[in-house]
């Protein structure tokens, strides 16, 4: 089968080779880590050790490795020879951001640029970064490329945390970005391949405009149900039986995720809304995006407000966090809003303990983590529901387990829309209703 050389690093990189051996590909990884050797960090890809702990990564990974059709690629010369014969080139980076969304990462463009510059490259370099609108049409230039050259397309990653495999093989949509007419063979090879519900083929800075503009109507949502909610909730009424009377408009989507409960996190749904802010500043159009992140931000200090009406102030007070993760079934603490509400607790006063059986091994200073739910939440004054993990939804979590006060803090919305019990004798709160 054809020759893929992928270049990239983390979740996308080892989906993306999982995806491509599962098609039947040979791809040779060119590793690019951070601090870690390229030797290195191809062994921990190669192990499953750097997709997050994806279902299904790590066992396609291996049975690829054992047939020969995962291989490593760790300097240039070798990265030359593959380019020669490779009939396309993947460009597959977790786009690091910071805590405002700003893009932190350089090596996604710089890996473009550098990959279309190569004067023996035989296929097409294809881009599955999130990346800022007009990165694709910079790095054709910088190249000495034609606008619409077919050297570069992008196919903009769509992957779910926890159901990415199933994405990567059988997207919903297919976002096609490329200047030229025609896609390249090698490109539509891939493309027939995959079960798309639907393809979309448009120019590059489309391609790239489109997964702006679905992370921000995403964020849009997530936003408009908090803050609905949170008023809802001021005035008497129920957040929920608001908002599925707003769902059921027919003009309002069925799967808009128009649920009162945490607000956006996780670094892709930030990166995309702080690229419209910036994009839209020079032309007035910036404040929609901006009023997104500010009430993003308010919410995400609810939590704490609740708290402190619930406790009587948080100082001295002792708070376990059930969960930790941004997501059920991740293992990633990027972007967390646990995390976030920990340090505004201890920036408080209070203590912070958390159980978390999924989320990944990390030096948290505000935080005592343990082992079982039962060690974490002794003696806490409330316990806080910040995740449902498919492990919090069986009703013996609960049992012998011996808070201070029976106190449940629901942040992830309603307990009628909600897979995790109350347990029997105690309180379930929100924040809306405390």
């Known amino acids: 089968m054809s020759d893929v050389l992928l270049a990239g690093d983390w979740h996308l990189a080892s989906v993306a080779a999982a995806g491509l051996t599962r098609l039947g590909y040979t791809v040779h990884v060119r590793p690019d880590a951070l601090g870690t050797p390229d030797h290195d960090a191809f062994e921990a890809l190669a192990r499953g050790d750097r997709c997050g702990a994806e279902p299904g990564v790590a066992e396609l990974l291996a049975a690829a490795r054992e047939r020969g059709t995962l291989r490593p690629v760790l300097d240039d010369a070798q990265a030359a020879r593959i380019l020669h014969r490779a009939e396309l080139s993947l460009v597959a980076y977790d786009t690091a951001t910071a805590a405002d969304g700003s893009v932190t990462d350089s090596r996604p463009a710089t890996m473009l640029r550098d990959l279309l510059a190569r004067p023996h490259r035989t296929g097409p370099v294809v881009a599955a970064s999130q990346l800022r609108a007009g990165t694709c049409d910079a790095a054709l230039a910088d190249a000495g490329l034609p606008a619409d050259s077919p050297d570069l ?248 387990v011996l808070p201070r006060h029976t106190v449940l803090l629901r942040l992830t919305g309603a307990e009628r829309c909600s897979r995790v019990p109350t347990p029997a004798g105690w309180k379930s709160v929100t924040p809306w209703n405390t």
């Open 153 to 400: 397309v992008h196919l903009p990653e769509n992957l779910r945390l926890g159901r990415a495999v199933t994405d990567f093989m059988h997207p919903a949509r297919t976002v096609v970005g490329c200047n030229a007419p025609d896609l390249p063979k090698a490109v539509r090879a891939l493309l027939d391949l995959l079960d798309s519900g639907r393809e979309l083929q448009m120019r590059l800075v489309e391609a790239e405009l489109v997964k702006h503009g679905t992370n921000a109507y995403l964020a849009l949502c997530i936003t408009l149900a908090n803050d609905l909610g949170t008023i809802a909730g001021r005035l008497g009424a129920d957040p929920v039986t608001v908002l599925d009377g707003v769902r059921a408009d027919q003009r309002v989507a069925d799967r808009a995720p128009l649920r009162p409960g945490e607000p956006f996190a996780g670094a892709t749904l930030h990166r995309d809304v702080r690229a419209l802010v910036e994009h839209g500043e020079p032309i007035g159009r910036d404040g929609l995006f901006r009023a997104l992140v500010n009430a993003n931000a308010v919410h995400a200090l609810a939590p704490l407000a609740a708290l402190d009406r619930i406790l009587d102030g948080v100082a001295g007070r002792t708070v376990c966090l059930l969960g930790l993760t941004y997501k059920p079934g991740v293992s990633t603490l990027r972007g967390s809003p646990a995390l976030r509400l920990a340090r505004e607790l201890d920036a408080q006063g209070a203590t912070v303990t958390a159980y978390d059986p999924v989320a990944e091994t990390a030096d948290l200073r505000q935080v005592h983590r343990y082992t079982t739910f039962t060690e974490a939440a002794a003696g806490a004054h409330c316990v806080v529901l910040t995740v449902e993990h498919p492990a919090f939804t069986d009703p013996a979590l609960f049992a012998g």
